[in-house]
């Protein structure tokens, strides 16, 4: 009887943080460490409790930013499995304008905001991240998960724009312009790389159920230009 080919496959629950004050004030938030809210803290518990399912889990993974570590730990507390932090797994890095509202970089970054709505993977806000150097971070972070976690199941708590970066890539768009898919916080994603040595081939299982986190508050939207107003 030939012998069974080992499992390659890296199954993958993708989380974004739960809420934080700026993400409600529609701030570029980027590597500034801001801590969950009360919301966010509650998201992360019903999330946690949700996960308390997913005994499957060998590993929780997460963003070395607090709102990334509060979110994974209540998972953490209800699997008893310990949160391995990456700086990889950090959002896009926006530089000088991180902490700013889309108006304030507006008046004091005119340029760079007209910059950021051409769309291009080449821009980066002054001293940030541009588009492109941040796929090929998070690419390169999901082939090294991958590498290390062949045939196993894991939770990775991350950013909105990871999840973003992982949607065009999977569905092979443009790595730059408007979000074409729903990243809420604290939402449940699942996701399955079946070769670490092709990172870029990215199957999605699942993608923003929410169902755990019915009865809260809204969640801010962001429209076209990602953080220019609240849609509600
Ligand atoms: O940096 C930000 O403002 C947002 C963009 O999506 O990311 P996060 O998911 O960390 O709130």
């Known amino acids: 009887m030939p012998t069974p080919k080992p499992d390659t496959t890296t199954d993958l629950i993708l989380i974004r943080h739960g809420e934080t004050a700026w993400n409600r004030e529609l701030r570029f938030q980027g590597h500034a460490d801001v801590p969950l809210n009360d919301i966010g803290h509650e998201q992360a518990r019903r999330l946690g409790l949700r996960l308390a399912g997913e005994t499957v889990v060998q590993h929780i993974l997460s963003s070395d930013l607090m709102r990334a570590q509060q979110t994974a730990a209540p998972a953490a507390s209800q699997l008893s499995l310990p949160v391995v932090t990456s700086a990889g797994l950090r959002e896009q890095f ?3 304008v991180e902490g700013m509202r889309s108006d304030e970089i507006q008046s004091l970054h005119p340029r760079a905001w007209e910059e950021w709505l051409e769309f ?13 150097e941040f796929h090929t971070r998070i690419i390169a972070a999901l082939g090294s998960i991958a590498a290390a976690h062949k045939g196993q199941h894991l939770i990775v708590v991350t950013h909105g724009g990871v999840l973003d970066m992982v949607w065009r890539t999977a569905r092979g768009l443009s790595l730059s312009g408007p979000r074409q898919s729903d990243i809420p916080n604290a939402g449940f994603n699942r996701i399955r790389i079946a070769d670490a040595a092709r990172p870029d081939d990215i199957e999605i299982v699942e993608w923003a159920d929410t169902r755990h986190l019915a009865d809260l508050p809204p969640q801010p939207t962001y ?3 990602r953080h220019l107003k609240n849609k509600d």
Do not use: I, L, S, Y
Not at 121 to 130: F, I, L, S, V, Y
């Open 120 to 132: 291009r993977e080449d821009h980066a806000m002054p001293e940030g991240e541009t588009a492109r």
């Open 94 to 96: 926006f530089g000088v």
């Open 223 to 225: 429209d076209q230009t």
